[in-house]
Each structure stands twice: as structure tokens, then as C-alpha cells.
């Protein structure tokens, strides 16, 4: 069973930067994170593998946001730098599965709000 437990959202002005952070417990794989704007459906965010050697990102948030991990101490980011305001979402992290598409396991959920 793995648990996940996302930090670090919260209001940025539009241009401004964010770190997300998810600390997990159990086993991980690849993991990812995946965002929920008001009214719209779940989309996926960034993707990293086991070593952290390969990601992969949305075409919307590429160039501006960057994943990463530190395998010692269990833990995933993700760096969001130059926010608008249609990156305004619950961003949640997620591990197992097909990460891109159809992940196993979800946190609860952290909201970053970008005003204009």
C-alpha cells in the first residue's frame, strides 16, 4: 500500500513560482502529478521514472515546470515557475499504475491558485 501526502500549495501571483512536494510511504515506481481546475476534468501534469532520469510533461506546463525526486528520502516536486492564472487547480500526486493515464494511487490533493 503506498500513502501519499502532497504540500507546498497555496496563492502565487501570476509570473511567481511554487514548489509541490509529496512525501510517500511504501514502494513507488514511476510517479507523477496530475491537476484538477473548477469545472474540468483530472489532466495529467509530469511523469518521472524510478531513477529520475526520464520525465515527461504536458505540453501546457512544458519549459515552466519541472519534476523530480529524491529516492533517499521517499519524496517528489514539482517546481512550477512562471504561473498563470489557468494553472489554477488541485494538483494531486499520484504513484502505481499507468501514471500518465490511469494511476493507482492519489494524495489528497493540494490547491495552488494563481491570480492574474
Known amino acids: 500500500q503506498v500513502q501519499l501526502v502532497e504540500s507546498g500549495g497555496g496563492l502565487v501571483q501570476a509570473g511567481g513560482s511554487l514548489r509541490l512536494t509529496c512525501a510517500a510511504s511504501g514502494s513507488t515506481f514511476a510517479m507523477g502529478w496530475f491537476r484538477q481546475a473548477p469545472r474540468k476534468e483530472r489532466e495529467f501534469v509530469a511523469v518521472i521514472n524510478w531513477t529520475g532520469g526520464s520525465t515527461a510533461y504536458s505540453d501546457s506546463v512544458k519549459g515552466r515546470f519541472t519534476i523530480s525526486r529524491d529516492g533517499a528520502k521517499n519524496t517528489l516536486y514539482l517546481q512550477m515557475n512562471s504561473l498563470k492564472p489557468e494553472d489554477t487547480a488541485v494538483y494531486y500526486c499520484?504513484?502505481?499504475?499507468?501514471?500518465?493515464?490511469?494511476?493507482?494511487?492519489w494524495g489528497q490533493g493540494t490547491q495552488v491558485t494563481v491570480s492574474p
Open positions: 499520484v504513484a502505481g499504475g499507468v501514471v500518465t493515464t490511469n494511476p493507482d494511487y
